[in-house]
Nanobody
Framework: QVQLVESGGGLVQAGGSLRLSCAASRRTAMGWFRQAPGKEREFVVFINWSGDSTLYADSVKGRFTISRDNAKNTVYLQMNSLKPEDTAVYYC????????????????WGQGTQVTVSS
């Protein structure tokens, strides 16, 4: 079992920044997904167990940065140059796979945090 608790969402203007956090009950490979109203859950970024391998969706590459503090079992998502199309509920999730871009690869999910970007 892995418990995940997200924080850091909010309302920001286009071009602004937010940092999301995901505290896990133990160390594991992690991913962030997002889901906008009426749309399917979408892969955003993955980070492996050690933190030395990451994978980004093309839509966020160059704007978002994932990192982790293994001493705190916490993963961070720094989001810069936010756009209205980034508006969604963001979820962190834990996987035991070597790499994961599909929601079906993830066994545990956080409760989600709302990110709203105004134009």
């Amino acid at each position: 079992q892995v418990q995940l608790v997200e924080s850091g969402g909010g309302l920001v203007q286009a071009g602004g920044s937010l940092r999301l956090s995901c505290a896990a009950s133990r160390r594991t490979a992690m991913g962030w997904f997002r889901q906008a109203p009426g749309k399917e859950r979408e892969f955003v970024v993955f980070i492996n167990w050690s933190g030395d391998s990451t994978l980004y969706a093309d839509s966020v590459k160059g704007r978002f940065t994932i990192s982790r503090d293994n001493a705190k079992n916490t993963v961070y998502l720094q989001m810069n140059s936010l756009k209205p199309e980034d508006t969604a509920v963001y979820y962190c999730a834990a996987t035991s796979d070597y790499i994961g871009i599909s929601p079906s690869q993830y066994d545990y999910w956080g409760q989600g945090t709302q990110v709203t970007v105004s134009s």
